[in-house]
Nanobody
C-alpha cells in the first residue's frame, strides 16, 4: 500500500516557477514508477511527466524543456520542478505511483494517486 500527498501548488505569474512535492509512504516505494498528471477544469486528466524505478524519465511534449521530474528515494519524495509557467498550465496536479508500468503516460497504469494540488498561472 502506498499513500501519496502532494504539496507546493499555488498562484504564480506567467513565466514564474513552482516546485511540486509528493511525499510517499511505503517501505518499497523505491521500486515503484512515479508520474505527474494534471487536470484542468472541464478537461480530462493528462500526462505531464514520469520516472521509472530505474530512473528513466518521460515527458509530455508540453512539459519538455520546462518541467523536470526527480525523486529522492531515501526520503520517499518525488518532485516536479516547473519553470516558464504559462496560463495554460493551470490545473490540479496529481502525483501517481505504480509497478510494472509499460506505458507511463497512461493513468490506468498507476494504482496509487494523491489528492492533488492546485496550480494557477495568471497572465
Amino acid at each position: 500500500q502506498v499513500q501519496l500527498v502532494e504539496s507546493g501548488g499555488g498562484l504564480v505569474q506567467a513565466g514564474g516557477s513552482l516546485r511540486l512535492s509528493c511525499a510517499a509512504s511505503g517501505r518499497t516505494f523505491s521500486s515503484y514508477g512515479v508520474g505527474w498528471f494534471r487536470q484542468a477544469q472541464g478537461k480530462e486528466r493528462e500526462f505531464v511527466a514520469a520516472m521509472s524505478w530505474t530512473g528513466g524519465t518521460y515527458y509530455a511534449d508540453s512539459a519538455k524543456g520546462r518541467f523536470t521530474i526527480s525523486r529522492d528515494t531515501a526520503k520517499n519524495m518525488v518532485y516536479l520542478q516547473m519553470n516558464s509557467l504559462k496560463p495554460e498550465d493551470t490545473a490540479v496536479f496529481y502525483c501517481a505511483a505504480g509497478r510494472s508500468i509499460v506505458v507511463p503516460a497512461t493513468p490506468s497504469a498507476y494504482a496509487y494517486w494523491g489528492q492533488g494540488t492546485q496550480v494557477t498561472v495568471s497572465s
